[in-house]
């Protein structure tokens, strides 16, 4: 988890601001907006955490049942963040990834693989916490040498600009 986020904030610190904050750069989002979007799933993982810390992990929804409600999970949650500042966006992404990494280490390990859960920790949160990240920095990696170099389209590559939406998901469903 903690060498993802590094790897993350080290691409988006070589951006300038108004370039991760530039509109419809990453489908229909900014580099702002993913971001927000990796703390939304993030706060999910926190709340999954405490419901099964509460023996309640047999309330945890899953997304992946239902792909548009990942859509509408989406859209709900960078639309509240759009109010922040990038600071404030990074701020709340340092505060959620802290509590995150709390309430993993707060569980019993048995919790982890747990078959009581439709799907155990272990299923779901690499996705959450680490791999779903790693895609969307390999789709700012690209952008970001496309828009450096000042290619076609306004340096968005045809990946990035299918991000934001629908797509394939799996038991992580971000």
């Known amino acids: 988890m903690t060498r993802s986020r590094e ?11 108004r370039e991760l ?3 419809r750069t990453q489908g ?9 979007h990796f703390a939304a799933w993030e ?18 929804f ?8 990942v859509d509408r999970f989406n859209a709900r949650a960078v639309a509240a963040a759009r109010r922040l500042s990038l600071r404030g966006v990074l701020r709340r992404l340092a505060r959620v990834r802290q509590r995150l990494i709390a309430r993993f280490r707060a569980l019993p390990a048995a919790a982890l693989r747990d078959p009581a859960h439709r799907y155990p920790v272990t299923a779901w949160l690499p996705e959450y916490a680490w791999t779903h990240e790693a895609k969307h920095r390999r789709r700012l ?3 970001w040498r496309e828009r450096q170099a000042g290619g076609a389209g306004g340096g ?15 038991a992580g469903e971000s």
């Not at 790897?7 to 601001?17: C, M, Q």
């Not at 229909?28 to 927000?36: E, F, G, H, I, Q």
């Not at 706060?43 to 945890?60: K, V």
Request: hydrophobic share 40%; charged share 35%; no cysteine.
């Open 7 to 17: 790897a993350t904030l080290r691409l988006i610190g070589r951006v300038p601001e």
């Open 21 to 23: 904050t530039r509109p």
């Open 28 to 36: 229909r989002w900014s580099v702002k907006d993913v971001l927000a």
């Open 43 to 60: 706060e999910e993982a926190i709340r999954r955490f405490a419901l099964i810390a509460r023996g309640r992990g047999d309330r945890i």
């Open 62 to 69: 899953f997304y992946v049942a239902d792909p548009k409600a």
């Open 141 to 143: 990696w690209r952008w």
């Open 156 to 170: 968005r590559s045809r990946r990035a600009r299918v991000g934001g939406g629908a797509g394939r998901r799996r």
